[in-house]
């Protein structure tokens, strides 16, 4: 079978393997998972116990769940490697890699956490001012920090563009939900930006969250429903 991403909706940080995906050139099928409704249902808990996206269900039948882990597991795909999306374990590269993920995914993307909170839930006006403001400084500083490490490279870790490019369009878009920082400011981010919402498989990416009509840059074999995905499984 070929492998299934089960990304969330709306604006989920999912985006990111679908568009490494793409770009990885590798075989694969789509889950639609509207959060948070059909994270609660039994079906996802049988994919994913944790209830949260994305989650991959690999080409051997394996279940896959955290970005970093699937970002991971498309990056050792056959011909990733050579495409320059992902490097060998061991080598500086990949450990390079591994940390511009790693940074992506605790201190960019949480320094959004108070923020969706507060988007998600009903407070008073004293805590919403408390959490935006907490907000606001840990995703100026993430921003900061980010712009340092990208300084004028093309790409994230260099010449090429990685699957750390595709993680991070995934995230940088959340500004358009919360109004803390104005990514002009920060140059080389919106240079970034800007570079990434014109490839092809970013457009693709979009255009399936938004269920507008597009066609694959890569090898995208349609999409699936989540019952419908653990029926073939099981058959398979």
Avoid at 37 to 43: H, L
Wanted: glycine share 6%.
């Amino acid at each position: 079978m070929s492998p299934i991403l089960y990304y969330g909706v709306p604006s989920g940080c999912s985006f990111g393997a679908i568009v490494a995906l793409e770009w990885s050139g590798q075989p694969y099928r789509l889950a639609r998972v509207n959060m948070p409704d059909d994270m609660q249902t039994d079906a996802f808990a049988a994919i994913n116990p944790v209830r949260e996206t994305p989650a991959l269900a690999t080409a051997r039948g394996d279940v896959l769940a955290e970005s970093i882990a699937i970002l991971n597991h498309i990056g050792a795909l056959p011909g990733t490697l050579e495409a320059g999306l992902s490097f060998a374990q061991g080598t500086r590269e990949f450990d390079q890699l591994n940390r511009m993920l790693a940074f992506l995914n605790t201190t960019f993307f949480n320094s959004f956490a108070s923020l969706w909170w507060l988007l998600e839930h009903e407070s008073d006006d004293d805590t919403r001012r408390a959490l935006t403001e907490y907000g606001r400084a840990r995703v100026v500083r993430a921003h900061q920090e980010l712009e340092r490490m990208l300084g004028d490279k093309p790409w994230l870790l260099g010449q090429r563009r990685t699957l750390a490019d595709a993680y991070f369009i995934g995230i940088a878009r959340w500004t358009k939900y919360h109004s803390v920082v104005d990514r002009r400011d920060y140059p080389n981010l919106q240079r970034l930006f800007d570079q990434l919402e014109a490839d092809p498989a970013v457009s693709f990416a979009h255009a399936i969250e938004q269920q507008r009509p597009t066609t694959s840059a890569g090898r995208f074999e349609g999409e699936i429903g989540i019952a419908e995905s653990l029926a073939a499984r099981r058959a398979a």
